[in-house]
């Protein structure tokens, strides 16, 4: 089955989350379906690393017309390529600067591996510690800076909007 089969929603209620870039990698890996391989999309500055697990939900289209984005919160990355069942947590709605100077959405669900002990007491993006809220929007806003997109976060949201956006977002 490739990734593009991949229900997005469990029928346990959790979502299928791919992921493509590792915690911890300055690589940005994209999956490429035409061809059933990752890409590498770009490099990140010195100093700049994914602070968890980033990857997408199959099966589902968002308004910049790439996958669903999720920011897994875990102790430890996996690999690209990795299938982890995840709960939404919450979503980070944004709008990023796009070709000809348009605005387009291009939000950020938030989710927790359904095998996460670190974080699994974690069930809405407001229990977490502000701290860590801030250097997540920090990370999404600035690390595309250098190649000309300019994110910027509009809102904050829980787990049912988390999952109203997956939804609307279904091809």
Do not use: W
Not at 39 to 63: C, K, M, W
Not at 75 to 87: K, L
Request: glycine share 10%; aromatic share 8%.
């Amino acid at each position: 089955m490739s990734f593009d089969q991949l229900p997005p929603f469990r029928d346990d209620g959790a979502i299928n989350v791919v992921v493509e870039t590792s915690a911890g990698s300055r690589c940005k890996l994209k999956y490429e379906a035409a061809s059933g391989a990752f890409a590498l999309g770009r490099i990140l500055p010195e100093g700049f690393v994914f602070p968890f697990d980033f990857g997408f939900v199959p099966g589902t289209r968002a308004e910049d017309g790439d996958p669903v984005d999720i920011l897994l919160v875990a102790e430890a990355g996996t690999a690209p390529g990795c299938v982890v069942p995840a709960r939404p947590i919450g979503a980070l709605t944004a709008e990023q600067s796009a070709k000809q100077g348009r605005r387009v959405r291009n939000d950020r669900i938030l989710a927790v591996p359904l095998v996460s002990r670190q974080y699994a007491t974690l069930c809405r993006l407001r229990d977490m510690a502000p701290a860590l809220r801030e250097q997540i929007a920090f990370f999404l806003t600035s690390y595309g800076v250098l190649d000309g997109k300019n994110l910027r976060i509009t809102g904050q949201h829980g787990p049912n909007t988390a999952v109203k956006l997956i939804r609307q977002a279904l091809k």
